[in-house]
């Protein structure tokens, strides 16, 4: 018995959309990164299209939930659209702030009104590449090295001992 339009559309339909987990490192190589999926704990399909948002880009971390939109409902043609990595996630903001994160911890937390948090949870220091430019005043809670000399801790030579203070200082 020949199945009608409707049942093939119906078909079609159900299948626009699935769920999956990222099982392999993406390739990050090409102009679209591509990776694995495995749909339904065992359909695995490769070379899947992860398509990201303009100014981001991120390799998936394996075991990463994707949701793969199948183009016209062709499970042949999929792309992943939009993804997840729960055990990274972080847990706990506040109503309008946004994170973004990486697997070790790092975090750009936009605290919706309270300022801007940089938190590098690996221990490595934060890097600045280019000029940099502060408009407003800079608080430094330790010691600060400029140009190789400590901050807090440097010498002046030339200096008289006795209650006087050195001027300020010169260019």
Known sequence: ??????????????????????????????????????????????????????????????????????????????VVIRSTHQASRPKGLKNGQVCLFDMAGDQILLTNGNGIAITPQSGKPITLNGKTVINGPLEVSDDATIGGISFLSHLHGGVQSGGSTTGKPQS
């Open 1 to 78: 018995m020949a199945h009608s339009y409707a049942d093939r559309l119906f078909r079609r339909l159900q299948g626009l959309f699935q769920v999956g987990r990222i099982s392999t490192p993406p390739d990050d190589t090409g102009t679209t990164q591509t990776g694995q999926v495995t749909l339904n704990g065992t359909a695995v399909r490769d070379g899947i299209q992860i398509i990201q948002d303009y100014g981001f880009s991120a390799v998936l971390p394996v075991g990463s939930q994707a949701i793969v939109l199948n183009i016209s409902g062709d499970a042949s043609n999929g």
